[in-house]
C-alpha cells in the first residue's frame, strides 16, 4: 500500500470535459485521501490496543499481527505445483494475484489440513514481500493481549513464534511473527 493516493482513473483525467468533470475528480482523490487515513488509523488503533487475529490452524491457537495480515478470503481451489514440498499446497488466484497457499500444521510435522467449510485463507501484508497465505482452520476473530497471560518461551518453540500465552479459558496461544516465518530458510525453499 502506497502513502499517496492513486486516481483509478488518470489517463482519463484529461478527457473527461463535462461540466464539473474537475469537480468529480476533485472529490474523488478527497474520498481516496480519507479512505487512506481511515486505514491507516485503524492498523495504527490495532497496534497500539494489542489487538491480534486469532485462528485456528488444526488443533493450534495461532495470534497473528494484523500489521503483517493481508487480508481474509475464502478457501479458493488451489493449483498443484509440481515437484514441491507436500505442507506447500499450490498457487491460488487471490484477486489477480498468484499466491502461494502453505499449510502451517504440515509444515510443523504435524498431519495435514483437511479444509472444511470454515477453512480460509489468511494472506501475508504486502509488506513482507511474500506472496503467500496460510490455510486457516477457522477464523477466530480479534483477540486483546491485554487479556491473557505471556508464557514462559518454550525451549523447542520455532524461530516465528514470537510469544506464547493462555487466554482466560485456559487456552494456549502462539503468537506467530510472519516476518521471521518468510525469513526461515525452509520455508523459503517448496522445492523437494
Known amino acids: 500500500m502506497t502513502s499517496e493516493p492513486h486516481d483509478l482513473h488518470e489517463e482519463d483525467a484529461g478527457a473527461d470535459t463535462t461540466p464539473g468533470g474537475a469537480e468529480r475528480r476533485s472529490r474523488l482523490r478527497q474520498y481516496q485521501v480519507q ?22 490452524i488444526g488443533a493450534r491457537h495461532y495470534l497473528l499481527d494484523l ?47 483437511q479444509p472444511g467449510a470454515e ?39 520455532a524461530a516465528w513464534v514470537a510469544a506464547s500465552y493462555t487466554d482466560s479459558a485456559g487456552l494456549a496461544w502462539q503468537r506467530l511473527d510472519l516476518a521471521r516465518l518468510v525469513a526461515d530458510p525452509r520455508f523459503l525453499h517448496v522445492g523437494r
Open 35 to 56: 479512505l487512506l487515513e481511515r486505514m491507516q488509523a485503524a492498523q495504527g488503533e490495532a497496534v497500539a490496543t494489542g489487538r491480534e487475529l486469532g485462528v485456528l
Open 67 to 113: 500489521t503483517q495480515v493481508g487480508e481474509i478470503v475464502p478457501h479458493h481451489s488451489v493449483a498443484a505445483v509440481p515437484l514441491t514440498r507436500d505442507w506447500y499446497l499450490g498457487l491460488a488466484n487471490i484477486r489477480g494475484n498468484l499466491t502461494g497457499i502453505v499449510d502451517l500444521a504440515r509444515f510443523q510435522d504435524e498431519p495435514a489440513l
Open 119 to 157: 477453512a480460509r485463507c489468511v494472506t501475508f501484508s504486502p509488506a513482507l514481500g511474500l506472496p503467500c497465505a496460510l490455510l486457516v482452520t477457522r477464523v477466530l476473530g480479534l483477540r486483546k493481549l491485554a487479556d491473557m497471560t505471556a508464557d514462559a518461551a518454550a525451549p523447542n518453540a
